[in-house]
C-alpha cells in the first residue's frame, strides 16, 4: 500500500513545494532579481530580467501540474533539468562563502533564492538532492492514480 502510494505523495508534496517556492518569489521579484544577479552566471540586464520574472512562474506551472497529475513524467524531466544546475549554482557559491568567511562548510547559512529565506547549506543541498531523487522516481513510476493524464503522448498499443 505505501509503495502504491508513494508516487501520489511525491506528486503532490513537491507540488505544494514548488507552488510555495515560485510564488515566494514571484511576489517579491526585486528580492528575487537580487539574488539571482548575486550568483554572477548571468551578465545581461535582459537575461536576469528575463530569468527573474519567468522562473518563478514556471515553478508554479510544475507544480500545478503536479498536484493535478497532468504530464508528470514531463514535469518531473524539467524538474531534473531546473534541480541539477541550480544545486551546482548553489553549491559552488557556498564554497565561494567559505572560502571568503572560513566557516565550516555545513555552517554556511544563505538566502539561496529558493524562495525559503535564509537556509544551511547542508540542508539546502540535502533538499535539492532529495527532490532530484523525487522527480527521477515520478519520470520511471508508472502509476497513473489520481492522475488526469500522466503522459503528454498515447500509449502505443503493443503489436
Not at 42 to 52: I, K, P, Q
Not at 114 to 124: M, P, T
Request: proline fraction near 3%; aromatic fraction near 10%.
Amino acid at each position: 500500500m505505501a509503495g502504491r502510494m508513494l508516487p501520489i505523495l511525491a506528486r503532490w508534496g513537491m507540488g505544494v513545494l514548488f507552488i510555495y517556492m515560485g510564488l515566494s518569489k514571484a511576489l517579491h521579484p526585486v528580492e528575487f532579481l537580487k539574488l539571482v544577479r548575486q550568483y554572477n552566471v548571468l551578465d545581461h540586464y535582459l537575461l536576469l530580467n528575463l530569468t527573474a520574472a519567468v522562473l518563478p512562474w514556471l515553478e508554479v506551472f510544475c507544480g500545478v501540474l503536479l498536484i493535478l497529475g497532468i504530464a508528470v513524467r514531463g514535469v518531473a524531466v524539467m524538474l531534473v533539468l531546473m534541480l541539477v544546475p541550480f544545486t551546482i549554482l548553489v553549491f559552488l557559491r557556498a564554497l565561494d562563502i567559505q572560502e571568503a568567511s572560513k566557516l565550516a562548510f555545513c555552517a554556511i547559512k544563505f538566502d539561496c533564492g529558493c524562495g525559503a529565506g535564509e537556509v544551511f547549506i547542508c540542508r539546502k543541498l540535502a533538499e535539492n538532492i532529495l527532490l532530484m531523487a523525487l522527480s527521477i522516481g515520478l519520470i520511471f513510476w508508472h502509476k497513473d492514480r489520481f492522475c488526469l493524464r500522466h503522459t503528454i503522448l498515447p500509449a502505443r498499443a503493443s503489436a
